[in-house]
């Protein structure tokens, strides 16, 4: 199993990325993926989650209206557009796959991570 990451760079406040995560080595089509990010000194924390096919997602509330998750499942990569990007959302980002739904928050509950992605904000 991998899960690939990229996409990751220095941007200035006001500007966007967009990460991509390639998966191999597992049915990416029947698993919920999530990005989660991890900031200097911080705890790992949820970011947004995508169902299996796509049709529903969820966010932290910290990035709702500013990003947005999607995927691709004929590539077998999920995708991470962040607009309107503040220095607090300077982290390593992750990805990760989970069988279900119902704990898509948790990380925890999470089956495949990848090696994650460095996004720095800063002027």
């Known amino acids: 199993v991998q899960l690939q990451a990229s996409g990751g760079g220095l941007v200035q406040p006001g500007g966007s990325l967009r990460l991509s995560c390639a998966a191999s080595?597992?049915?990416?089509?029947?698993?919920?993926m999530g990005w989660f990010r991890q900031g200097p000194g911080k705890e790992r924390e949820f970011v947004a989650g995508i169902m299996d096919r796509g049709d529903t997602t969820v966010y932290a509330n910290s990035v709702k209206g500013r990003f947005t998750i999607s995927r691709d499942n004929g590539k077998n990569t999920v995708y991470l557009q962040m607009n309107a990007l503040k220095p607090e959302d300077t982290a390593v980002y992750l990805c990760a796959a989970y069988r279900e739904w119902r704990m898509v928050r948790f990380g925890s509950k999470y089956d495949y991570w990848g090696q994650g992605t460095q996004v720095t904000v800063s002027s």
């Open positions: 080595g597992f049915t990416f089509s029947s698993y919920t």
